[in-house]
T-cell receptor
Framework: GNSVTQMEGPVTLSEEAFLTINCTYT??????LFWYVQYPGEGLQLLLK?????DKGSNKGFEATYRKETTSFHLEKGSVQVSDSAVYFC??????????FGTGTSLTVIP | DAGVIQSPRHEVTEMGQEVTLRCKPI?????LFWYRQTMMRGLELLIY????????DSGMPEDRFSAKMPNASFSTLKIQPSEPRDSAVYFC??????????????FGEGSRLTVL
């Protein structure tokens, strides 16, 4: 079956610290992988995506690389800001299929 | 461009009342998803449609929940009768997937339901 496992939270970091949120997946075939972000009181919005092995998605200083050999799609940012405080969801989908989301990781960045 | 539009944004009702949540997907999108989000259970897929046809409703909690998509620009999620445990934020999301495209999901801002 298809599933996503992501790092348990909550995560608390100081401003300018390095961020890693781990995500691993199980899927048949060749899924597309996503990171979504949810700010308080809002819906989820796409942060970045990768559609095939070795692709790197990037946006707003965040990066994630599609690693087929380790079935992973870890989210990283070199220097977090207070405005990055949010809940981050890893997700996968395949053509014609539903989206499978991880449980979400809450990030709080303190000044 | 207008995104996914949901209404109402907030709904407070009493147990036993009927609740109808509405969604207008992004024009041209061929998939529509209804999710429920709670602190305890996280983000749960309730049902999704492809070209207005329900594809998978296995996530619908029970017979009190029903969803329809009468046309490509409108969907409803109805709860009748509502119960306090239905209190949650309900999200609608749409996607353009066509054939051979995994697409991405675009979420509405959600409908926060409180059942007293």
């Amino acid at each position: 079956g298809n599933s996503v496992t992501q790092m348990e939270g909550p995560v608390t970091l100081s401003e300018e610290a390095f961020l890693t949120i781990n995500c691993t997946y199980t899927a048949t075939g060749y899924p597309s992988l996503f990171w979504y972000v949810q700010y308080p009181g809002e819906g989820l919005q796409l942060l970045l995506k990768a559609t095939k092995a070795d692709d790197k998605g990037s946006n707003k200083g965040f990066e994630a690389t599609y690693r087929k050999e380790t079935t992973s799609f870890h989210l990283e940012k070199g220097s977090v800001q207070v405005s990055d405080s949010a809940v981050y969801f890893c997700a996968l989908t395949r053509v014609g299929n539903q989206f499978y989301f991880g449980t979400g990781t809450s990030l709080t960045v303190i000044p | 461009d207008a995104g996914v539009i949901q209404s109402p944004r907030h709904e407070v009702t009493e147990m036993g009342q009927e609740v109808t949540l509405r969604c207008k997907p992004i024009s041209g999108h061929d998939y529509l998803f209804w999710y429920r989000q709670t602190m305890m259970r996280g983000l749960e897929l309730l049902i999704y449609f492809n070209n207005n046809v329900p594809i998978d409703d296995s996530g619908m909690p029970e017979d009190r929940f029903s969803a329809k998509m009468p046309n490509a620009s409108f969907s409803t999620l109805k709860i009748q009768p509502s119960e306090p445990r239905d209190s949650a934020v309900y999200f609608c999301a749409s996607s353009l997937r066509g054939s051979g495209s995994a697409g991405e999901l675009f979420f509405g801002e959600g409908s926060r339901l409180t059942v007293l």
